[in-house]
């Protein structure tokens, strides 16, 4: 069985420059939750999608945003990106809004200069 | 504010050692706690996880321990190996439906083991 896969694998952006990361989570699991994980700060809970809606959001300014398409699978974009944006950002997906299991994928790693 | 903090930064252990990682939180009730493996390069990965109503949890070599009173939770390696050489990071899931899905996660810590 195929684990949550997470494109690209890099992104390299400039300040101000708008990044969109994706995220295709395992078969049959509807829900997708973002985080970032910065140098120094642990993972931070981002955003949380399950059947096409957002559930419930981090404490993150309204520059990052999402959505989750039909297929469940979700999008992280991220606007006017500032340098502190740099950092891995995980996906990770469960089986439905009870579980609380969350597998996650291997990220993608944001340099933003 | 809901913390989990994580103790220590940094491990390091001889092969066939015992690791031992703590956690500790305050403030809020939490219903699961499961604690991830992470090498470098990769994502976190599940390793083990126990709820609030048990003391004890055990698979494998890994054993979670459980003081609900206290509020700590710790994570034991026995026999430790080279190959268990990760970071890893405990974690919590807040009670209360505005907090569903979120999970908060420990600093993290690095845990080398000798040969």
């Known amino acids: 069985e195929a684990g949550v896969t997470q494109s690209p694998t890099h992104l390299i952006k400039t300040r101000g420059q708008q990044a969109t990361l994706r995220c295709s989570p395992i078969?049959?699991?509807?829900?997708v939750y973002w985080y970032q994980q910065a140098l120094g700060l642990g993972l931070q809970f981002l955003l949380w999608y399950d059947e096409g809606e957002e559930r419930n959001r981090g404490n993150f300014p309204p520059r990052f945003s999402g959505r989750q398409f039909p297929n469940y699978s979700s999008e992280l974009n991220v606007n006017a990106l500032e340098l502190e944006d740099s950092a891995l950002y995980l996906c990770?997906?469960?089986?439905?809004?009870?579980?609380?299991?969350?597998?996650f994928g291997p990220g993608t790693r944001l340099l933003v200069l | 504010q809901q913390q989990v903090k994580q103790s220590p930064q940094s491990l390091i252990v001889q092969k066939g050692g015992i690791s031992i990682i703590n956690c500790a939180y305050e403030n809020t009730a939490f219903d699961y706690f499961p604690w991830y493996q992470q090498f470098p390069g990769k994502g976190p990965a599940l390793l083990i996880a126990i709820r609030p109503d048990v003391s004890e949890k055990k698979e494998g070599r890994f054993t979670i321990s459980f003081n609900k009173s206290a509020k700590q939770f710790s994570l034991h390696i026995m026999d430790s190996q080279p190959g268990d050489s990760a970071t890893y990071f405990c974690?919590?899931?807040?009670?209360?439906?505005?907090?569903?899905?979120?999970?908060?996660f420990g600093q993290g810590t690095t845990l080398q083991v000798k040969p």
């Open positions: 990770a997906s469960s089986p439905g809004r009870l579980q609380e299991t969350q597998y």
């Open positions: 078969s049959g699991h509807t829900s």
């Open positions: 974690a919590a899931t807040p009670h209360g439906s505005s907090n569903t899905g979120k999970l908060i």
